[in-house]
């Protein structure tokens, strides 16, 4: 009896922690505006023959197609035009039948919502009838790969900024916490939301933000370089301003992290105790590649 007691208060205390632990990671990150998500365009190349041990194989003599698949897992709308697939890898003058190596989205791709569950998607086509024109002796390995560069925002929405020029005052809420929030989903996303003072009457807000994927971010009218990583970023009020290290609507995210500071440009007027509403939206173009194995094997004469 004594034994079973003691599973049973085991079991209740590792319970209490567990739920404690579930609380704490999620206090502040809110459902209702968003879905909420960690990826953009989700890009992947269409089969280039029949599966063998893995690896898509055709023999020499054949053709066969080369397909992008995009897929937007995420919550901004693409439109025709916003995304860039670039072939990489093989020679061009080692394969015959195909114009461009280069191709853009031509139509609409929808974000994930609750009535498209799994986003639109787009397949890019550079070739139907692709054929490899050199010789094979015995079997051959070609490495494709697909840069992908598309332009994508992501959406913050704090629904509750405490607005109060006396913070002696307990009643309504408080100033100098952390903020519940809302983030939509893309590879650019939203860690924490703190209030706190930066003067008398002076609300700010600290917007923590990270590079959840494995590619690149610049700004939207920029190039990719590998000694920047840049987004831009704009607040729907404008009795704000934010700044990212000293520049205005413009972070730089190092090891992929990097934080906001948005503060009132104006003190707040005597006896202000209110709540608002406040949306920051992060634009920038994003960049990553895949990888697809073609096997070309040598035909029987």
Known sequence: MKSTI????????LSLVLTSCSTEETQTQIAGAFIG?????????????????GVSAI???????????????????????????????????????????????????????????????????????????????????????????????TFLVVPEVCLKEDLTDERVCDVKEDKHYSSSGGPITVTSVTEDTAGKGIIALKIKIKNAGIGKVTMPTEEFSSRKNT???????????????????????????????????EPLSEGTLETKKVKLTMDYKYRDIIQETLRIKESAE
């Open 6 to 13: 003691l599973v049973m208060s085991v079991l209740v205390v």
């Open 37 to 53: 998500g960690t990826q953009g365009i989700v890009a992947e190349f269409e089969p280039f023959g029949v599966e063998e041990e």
């Open 59 to 153: 023999f020499d003599t054949e053709t066969f197609l080369v397909e992008v698949t995009l897929r937007n897992k995420g919550e901004y709308e693409i439109q025709p035009g916003d995304i860039i697939v670039k072939l990489l890898g093989p020679s061009q003058s080692e394969f015959g039948g195909i114009a461009d190596w280069e191709l853009q989205n031509s139509g609409i791709i929808e974000r994930i919502s609750e009535l498209v569950t799994s986003g639109g998607e787009e397949t890019i086509s550079f070739a139907d009838n692709a054929q490899y024109e050199g010789d094979v002796n015995g079997l051959l390995d070609r490495e494709w790969f697909a840069n992908v560069e598309y332009k994508y925002n």
């Open 231 to 265: 987004l831009s970023f704009s607040l729907d009020d404008p009795a704000w301003e934010c700044k990212s290290g000293g520049k205005i609507n413009e972070a730089r995210l190092v090891d992929g992290e990097a934080e906001i500071l948005c503060k009132l440009l």
